[in-house]
Every structure is written in structure tokens, then in C-alpha cells.
């Protein structure tokens, strides 16, 4: 099955296709659809002319003819609903680079709520040349994080076998949450080699994931509806973008 994958081609003006076509050259049948973020911005003058539309889409397109990829871009539009239309039909969006500065940009220029109302999983890059090298996961029993790593899996499990995966646990309350864990953990030692498991406190939950974060090279952190609280409150994005910690979500 075809794996269709957005991204915005005017919020990183280095964006190059071939980077994401490296990417996730390992995944066989894929296509690109790329979209013009600034069609949806707050503020009017900060929108992107069509002349530049015409000629940014022009380069990528004559990229992907080289690359033979598979590549089209969202016509314009002025409102929200046929980007969030495009996203419910897409396997994932991804955004690159991850930096504060970023961060804050789509949560107060773009359009309001953009991390909520993406309906597929995210990939937050911070930097798509550069692989992780470690992976987190948060299990926090909500199941938009089974989403996100099932989604997760299906993209990078395949060329992270020998990467370190740590999950990440809240303690369980009864005995059905419990089994859940278990048969989780059974479940990632038939992808990865290295799993390790670290309990973590139900206070103050994502600083303890940001700590933990912090202490690891280039990880990814794959987490679920969570992930939206992190994004939203400065100081712990802040955080997360210093220690060039990549995020991969899904909020569904």
C-alpha cells in the first residue's frame, strides 16, 4: 500500500527533496505531497506570494522528476479544511527543523491549534540528514500512543533494529494494565534487539521525559496525545529543541 507523506515546502527555505526522499528511501511504495504552510498563516503579510508558489513548486517538481519520486503539492487555498482533509487521508506529516523558534511559529502564526488538529501522526525532524540515534517511548496507556508507535514502526522499525529503544512507564493502576504493558514489551523485542524499560512517576510526567531525554544522543521520542501539552508549553519545548530530541506523535 502507497504511504502518502506531507510536508510543508515553504517553512524550511533549505528544503531540499532529496532529504526526505533519503529519508525513507527503505520504504518502498510512498509518495510526497507537499503544501504551502504560509496559506494558512494568521498574519496576512507574512503570506507567500504566488509568483514564489509557482517557482518553489516549479524546483521540486523538476527534483522529483530526477529523483523519480512520487510528487505533487495542495493547491492553494484559504482555508484550513482541505490541509486537514489532506492530513486524515495521509500516513504521516513531517516537519523540518525542529527548533524553538519553529515551534513557536506554528503554535502562534499558523493556524490556531495546528498540533491538535493534524489527524495523522507527526514527525517533528530536527534534523532529517541526521538520523536518531536512540528511541524513547512513552506509555502512558492512552491509545493515541499505540497509534503513534504502530505508525512509528511501520516507517522506521525496519532500519532501527539495532538502535536502543527505552520504554517509558507509568506505573500501572490494576491487573489488565499490567498484562498491557507485558505483552507491549513483548511485542518491541520482536523489532528491536536493545529494549529497556524505565518506570516514571505519574507527577510532573513530561519534565521526567525531557530529563530523560536530555541525557540521551540524537534520540526520538514517540509519545501520543501528550505530546500536545509538551508542544504547547514553552519552557519544556524549549527543552526538547536544546537537546536536539526529535518527536514523533499522533494525537488520534
Not at 533519503?22 to 507537499?34: E, I, M, Y
Not at 517557482?55 to 510528487?71: G, I, N, Y
Not at 532501527?160 to 506505573?171: A, D, I
Not at 505530546?227 to 530530541?245: E, G, K, P, S, W
Amino acid at each position: 500500500m502507497n504511504k502518502q507523506i506531507l510536508f510543508p515546502v515553504d517553512f524550511n527555505t533549505g528544503v531540499q527533496l532529496a532529504d526526505y526522499a533519503n529519508l525513507f528511501a527503505h520504504v518502498d511504495k510512498k509518495s510526497f505531497v507537499g503544501f504551502f504552510l504560509r496559506d494558512f498563516n494568521k498574519v496576512a503579510r507574512q503570506k507567500i506570494s504566488e509568483a514564489q508558489k509557482i517557482t518553489l513548486q516549479h524546483d521540486l517538481q523538476k527534483e522529483a522528476d530526477q529523483l523519480s519520486v512520487d510528487f505533487d503539492v495542495i493547491k492553494n487555498t484559504t482555508t484550513n479544511n482541505l490541509l486537514l482533509n489532506q492530513c486524515r487521508f495521509s500516513d504521516l506529516l513531517i516537519v523540518n527543523p525542529l527548533t524553538e523558534e519553529n515551534v513557536q511559529q506554528l503554535n502562534n502564526v499558523f493556524p490556531d491549534h495546528f498540533f491538535e488538529l493534524v489527524a495523522c501522526p507527526v514527525f517533528l525532524a530536527e534534523d532529517v540528514t541526521r538520523p536518531f540515534e536512540e528511541i524513547l517511548v512513552l506509555f502512558d496507556y492512552d491509545h493515541s500512543g499505540l497509534v503513534a508507535l504502530k505508525s512509528f514502526l511501520s516507517f522506521f522499525g525496519k532500519v532501527s533494529r539495532e538502535k536502543k529503544l527505552t520504554l517509558l512507564t507509568v506505573s500501572p493502576d490494576d491487573a489488565p494494565e499490567i498484562h498491557l504493558e507485558k505483552y507491549l514489551v513483548s511485542y518491541l523485542q520482536k523489532f528491536f534487539n536493545d529494549v529497556g524499560i524505565a518506570p516514571l512517576r505519574k507527577e510532573n510526567l513530561l519534565e521526567q521525559v525531557i530529563s530523560h531525554a536530555s541525557r540521551l544522543p540524537r534520540p526520538v521520542l514517540v509519545l501520543g496525545h501528550s505530546a500536545i501539552q509538551l508542544l504547547n508549553n514553552h519552557d519544556l519545548a524549549r527543552q526538547l529543541t536544546h537537546h536536539q530530541t526529535a518527536v514523533f506523535y499522533s494525537n488520534i
